[in-house]
């Protein structure tokens, strides 16, 4: 059974930092590209960053790019997102995606996990 489990969220101040988890089972890791992804109240779900695993290339919103960091744990299953200098904007439940085609920000992702809940106080 393919799973996805997120962790890590919570509430931080404007300016502060977060480490997203995303593990992963179930499934080949080193094969799947891995996103994260974001949705706020009311809007559509944006992607955040993705790992393409054919070209090793990583790509980013401009909205984060610059403070976000995306980065991969291939012996622990496990990719993580590095937020700095957060700010209200980047509240929204955060999801990490696999799949093993590259769709890079494309929320197209065929596996999904639950999500988490970021909040950013002013």
């Known amino acids: 059974e393919v799973q996805l489990v997120e962790s890590g969220g919570g509430l931080v101040q404007a300016g502060g930092s977060l480490r997203l988890s995303c593990a992963a089972s179930?499934?080949?890791?080193?094969?799947?590209?891995i996103g994260w992804f974001r949705q706020a109240p009311g809007k559509e779900r944006e992607g955040v960053a993705s790992i393409n695993r054919s070209d090793g290339f990583i790509y980013y919103a401009d909205s984060v790019e610059g403070r976000f960091t995306i980065s991969s744990d291939n012996a622990k299953n496990t990719v993580y997102l590095q937020m700095n200098s957060l700010g209200p904007e980047d509240t929204a439940i955060y999801y990490c995606a696999a799949d093993p085609l590259g769709w890079g920000l494309t929320p197209m992702y065929d596996y999904w996990g639950q999500g988490t809940q970021v909040t950013v106080s002013s």
């Open positions: 179930g499934f080949t890791f080193d094969d799947h590209d």
